[in-house]
């Protein structure tokens, strides 16, 4: 017996055992497995058993697949109590609906909450037309297609619970999702019981922990911060740990400057090794992004007891959690020069840099721990489960769009399965998002004057504090 037959035969008997919990405290968390790293899968870590200490039930509801969604090989690396594996072989949205409508059967769930996976939504609004379901939608960026999916989803969202203060402003005024139904529940770290002793030497390390890309993370940014660094005369090195398909631009850029002894490459760093392999490591940590909802790295730095020189990336603003000469040090998006003079000030003042990275750890321990997170989380799904779930409903444009998928049935998917194999058809390589989509719309359907209205909501808080002086 294999491990993956191992494994659905014990979720199959932990479904027939659910029949005698609460129906009430059962949730069904639906996310990719495509996707091992990263700030989502370290919020499901911390997340599911979180959950459980209060008294939840939560399902992890993985998405799988031939070829890309591989559940065994996420468990590998982020084991789970209660697992269910969601298998769509042949990457039609009918067969999707339905896995995840199966899911929602067996477990009994009463809400579903959705992790970048919007079929789980259409599932449960069809589902719902049986008994009641949530159906919420979990949101963990700020890309324009996520909003344009709220859209579409419409009134058969029962919530939305945002990871940033941005992308709740932007689910109310461009997802069109009702205030009373959208939540606010930032991510959070391990916050040790003391703030870690660090030591200056020699050169200053800059850390820059995350993926490596364009346009988001601005990965470009670091090497004109660095010509602005080498002309003032400061020695530092740039030590990365990260991956990401901007990885060989980067060093090619790295090259033309002549820039290769400031800068090292440490790879992948596993979760678990970033505290010695990384944060201890480094003396300021260094972010250039142009968005971003978090980041964990950031929350992870300050907990670590190490300062942060940070854009004033979207979402910064109204989450209002980074305070510039306060608990870190800030610099307009892809402004090299300031950046740069914010890392010579902590390179030339050692009483600055204590300063910062002690009431950054004082900040962490206050407002940015995982026990803080979990407690949100939990508040928010009692406020959820309190109101009564919303009548059967329509997804706007479904008659159209997505009204066939919505109203196969398992037997007319079993059957279609079937004719494809007889005919020797192989399912489709459309990649991870094929096997499952990770959102209804096309980034040109949303995209259109979505930053600068994003940029603008994210000020709301200079300008309301302008005036208030």
């Not at 405290?25 to 459980?52: H, K």
């Not at 591989?70 to 697992?83: E, G, I, T």
């Not at 870690?196 to 390390?205: A, F, N, S, T, V």
């Amino acid at each position: 017996m294999n491990n993956l037959t191992e494994r659905r035969m014990k979720t199959d008997a932990r479904d027939q055992d659910m029949g005698r919990v609460p129906l009430e405290s059962r949730v069904l968390i639906v996310a990719p497995s495509y996707f091992c790293l990263g700030g989502v899968a370290t919020w499901l870590d911390y997340l599911l058993p979180g959950l459980e200490s209060h008294g939840w039930e939560p399902v992890l509801g993985l998405v799988s697949g031939p070829k890309y969604h591989l559940a065994s090989r996420y468990l590998a690396k982020h084991p789970a109590n209660q697992v269910r594996e969601i298998y769509c072989e042949w990457g039609t949205r009918e067969e999707r609906i339905h896995a995840v409508r199966s899911a929602i059967r067996a477990t009994n769930a009463s809400a579903v909450l959705s992790v970048n996976i919007p079929d789980a939504m259409l599932a449960a609004v069809i589902e719902r037309r049986r008994r009641p379901v949530r159906a919420v939608m979990t949101c963990h960026g700020t890309e324009p297609e996520l909003f344009q999916d709220m859209k579409i989803l419409g009134s058969s969202l029962d919530a939305v619970i945002c990871t940033n203060r941005l992308a709740c402003a932007l689910a109310r005024v461009l997802g069109g999702v009702p205030e009373n139904r959208v939540f606010h529940a930032p991510y959070g770290t391990v916050v040790p019981t003391e703030i870690p002793r660090r030591q200056r030497e020699g050169k200053l390390i800059i850390g820059y922990s995350g993926r490596i890309d364009e346009p988001q993370k601005r990965i470009s940014d670091l090497v004109r911060i660095a010509v602005q660094l080498r002309s003032a005369g400061i020695q530092f090195i740039v030590r990365i740990a990260g991956t990401g398909p901007a990885e060989e631009q980067l060093k090619r850029l790295i090259a033309e400057h002549k820039l290769e002894n400031c800068f090292e490459f440490l790879g992948f760093v596993a979760p678990n090794s970033m505290d010695t392999q990384f944060y201890q490591k480094c003396d300021v940590l260094l972010v250039t992004s142009y968005w971003e909802t978090g980041p964990i790295v950031v929350w992870e730095a300050m907990a670590n007891g190490l300062p942060v020189v940070s854009s004033k990336y979207i979402g910064s603003g109204l989450e209002r959690l980074l305070q510039d000469d306060e608990n870190c040090l800030l610099f307009e998006i892809g402004d090299a020069e300031q950046a740069a003079l914010q890392l010579q000030r902590f390179a030339q003042d050692v009483l600055l840099w204590n300063q910062i990275r002690e009431r950054a750890y004082a900040f962490a321990l206050d407002r940015l721990s995982q026990s803080v997170s979990v407690e949100n989380w939990h508040r928010i799904l009692l406020n959820i489960q309190n109101v009564a779930p919303l009548k059967p409903s329509s997804v706007n444009g479904d008659s159209e769009r997505y009204g066939g998928s919505l109203m196969v049935s398992g037997l007319q998917v079993q059957f279609r399965n079937q004719i494809r194999r007889m005919l020797g058809r192989k399912p489709m390589d459309c990649g991870s998002g094929g096997e499952w989509p990770h959102t209804l719309s096309s980034r040109s359907q949303a995209e259109s004057g979505f930053w600068n209205t994003a940029r603008e909501l994210d000020q709301q808080s200079e300008i309301e504090e302008s005036k208030s002086r």
